[in-house]
């Protein structure tokens, strides 16, 4: 698998800890689609572990996609967190801010339209658009 993101260590996926205090859930479709994307990109994003308590503190998700792939070693960023406060407030903010955003849906469809332009046997549901949506 290659590994395109800058991290501290490789690490055993199974051997790494999800924090229990992890509010996210992630649906078996959004794991298979995770785990296609980094099939075909390759990794863009490590899994962050907190230095501080061993557990995950960004990357639940790219785990679970790891350990659906059978990966023996994913990138792991290692991270320093002066106390638990800080590190909880990580993992809320993580899960939280790109659910703030707001998607423009004309800029949408011209990025689909440039990908399309760009690599016409693209799977543009890498992109994590379904055909349906893009339809719409």
């Not at 993101?5 to 790494?16: E, K, M, N, R």
């Not at 002066?82 to 590190?87: I, L, P, S, V």
Request: with cysteine; hydrophobic share 40%.
């Amino acid at each position: 698998m290659r590994v395109l993101c800058a991290h501290t260590s490789v690490a055993d996926p199974a051997a790494l800890k999800p924090n229990p205090a992890n509010p996210n859930r992630h649906s078996a479709h959004q794991i298979q689609l995770l785990a296609a994307i980094i099939q075909e990109q390759g990794w863009r994003a490590p899994i962050t572990v907190s230095k501080r308590s061993g557990l995950i503190v960004r990357g639940h998700g790219r785990l679970e996609a790891a350990l659906l792939m059978g990966c023996d070693k994913v990138p792991v960023d290692e991270q320093d967190y002066a106390n638990e406060a800080e590190e909880l407030a990580d993992l809320l903010a993580d899960n939280r801010l790109s659910e703030l955003a707001e998607l423009d849906e004309a800029d949408l469809k011209k990025v689909i339209e440039k990908l399309r332009q760009a690599d016409p046997s693209f799977d543009v549901e890498l992109t994590g658009f379904m055909e349906d949506e893009i339809a719409k």
